[in-house]
């Protein structure tokens, strides 16, 4: 193969190529790419949604969490052993409740973290704003022309 071959293959290829950026139309007027916003915040739902989990959706799991627990003591003290005898659904029953309960207590936890992250959302978008803000330092005297 010669110079001269080899130069006229890497020309073809690279004719070929796809990996250019080709723009099939403008912007829209109001900018950005899209019909949707860049992005929508708003700290009032944030807040409605956080009081919302620590007002009922908290109170309700627990409440219902402790109502079960008092239905399957129940149950396990009614099929439990007596005079060494006892149904096998006692001890079913009671890993059951265990589960239960941890599961429980894991949903509360979630309810919990997720209501401090909507909670902190809305201080977190106005520290960015303050932050890339300095970042960006004073208007330049230049923009006046």
């Known amino acids: 193969m010669t110079w001269d071959e080899w130069k006229q293959i890497k020309d073809d290829v690279a004719a070929q190529r796809t990996d250019s950026m080709r723009l099939n139309q403008l912007a829209p007027a109001a900018g950005g790419g899209g019909s949707a916003p860049d ?16 007002d009922d959706l908290e109170p309700d799991v627990e409440r219902d969490g402790k109502h079960a627990a008092e239905s399957v003591k129940a149950v396990v003290k009614e099929l439990g052993a007596r005079d060494g005898y006892g149904w096998d659904t006692s001890a079913a029953l009671k890993k059951a409740h265990r589960t239960w309960e941890q599961q429980v207590k894991a949903l509360l936890g979630r309810l919990a973290s997720e209501k401090h992250a909507l909670s902190k ?3 977190d978008f106005r520290n960015d704003d303050i932050g890339i803000g300095s970042q960006l330092g004073p208007p330049s005297p230049i923009d006046d022309y």
């Open 39 to 54: 992005l929508a915040s708003s700290p009032e739902k944030k807040q409605a949604a956080a009081k919302a989990i620590n």
């Open 121 to 123: 959302t809305g201080i």
